[in-house]
């Protein structure tokens, strides 16, 4: 059997920062690979929500292909914000912010946006649907692989799931990128 791919430099360097920050609640790498797959097909703006100390930003980062394309990306932890803000010191195509995602919103629309920030009930349909153009790409990790409809999560019906692959302003799906978790993309219509 080979080795799996090696990182990205960028995203190397993002671990290096985070082990500093004593902080381990980053993307896994294979939903990483998969930001920047979806990453190298977009242009304009993409965002963040909920940056930690920067390795889904790194994934991103390593995807981009266009000299046009921008990634914001907002942190509520000053502390980690200023971390992440390390890794991209120098990158004039990202942007760190210590700020709530909610500020965000006059940033848009976004073609690409990672749903990151650990707060479920903010992230529903209604709320994110008028920040990505049409086209654009919302994704949300860390779901529990499950095949039954409607999907359940620690034993309830998760109802944010439900309604984000079934909204008619989107085409969405799940893809499992390792055995034990899943991740939702959903395109706008
Ligand atoms: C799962 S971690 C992010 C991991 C990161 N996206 C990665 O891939 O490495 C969630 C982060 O969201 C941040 N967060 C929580 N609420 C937020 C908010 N309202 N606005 C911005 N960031 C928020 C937390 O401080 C935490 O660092």
């Not at 097909?41 to 930690?52: C, L, P, S, V, W």
């Not at 266009?66 to 990306?73: G, H, K, L, M, Q």
């Not at 629309?109 to 992230?123: C, E, K, N, Q, V």
């Not at 999907?151 to 944010?160: A, E, I, K, N």
């Amino acid at each position: 059997m080979s080795a799996p791919p090696e990182l990205p430099e960028i995203v190397t360097r993002a671990f290096d920062v985070s082990r500093r920050a004593g902080y381990v609640s980053f993307c896994r790498n294979e939903t990483g690979r998969l930001l920047a797959t979806l990453a190298a097909t977009r242009d304009g703006t993409m965002a963040e929500f909920g940056t930690g100390c920067g390795v889904g930003t790194a994934w991103l980062r390593s995807g981009v292909r266009r000299d046009s394309a921008r990634i914001v990306t907002a942190e509520l932890d000053p502390r980690l914000a200023k971390f992440a803000g390390e890794i991209f010191d120098e990158d004039p195509q990202v942007e760190v912010l210590a700020v709530d995602w909610a500020s965000l919103r006059d940033r848009g629309p976004f073609s690409l946006l990672f749903l990151d920030a650990d707060m479920p009930g903010d992230i529903t349909v209604d709320n994110i649907v008028e920040l990505i153009e049409e086209g654009g790409i919302v994704v949300l990790d860390d779901l529990l692989p499950c095949e039954q409809w409607p999907p359940l999560s620690y034993g309830r019906v998760d109802t944010l799931r439900e309604h984000w692959l079934t909204d008619e302003r989107f085409t969405a799906v799940e893809v499992m990128v390792a055995p034990e978790t899943t991740v939702l993309i959903a395109t706008r219509r």
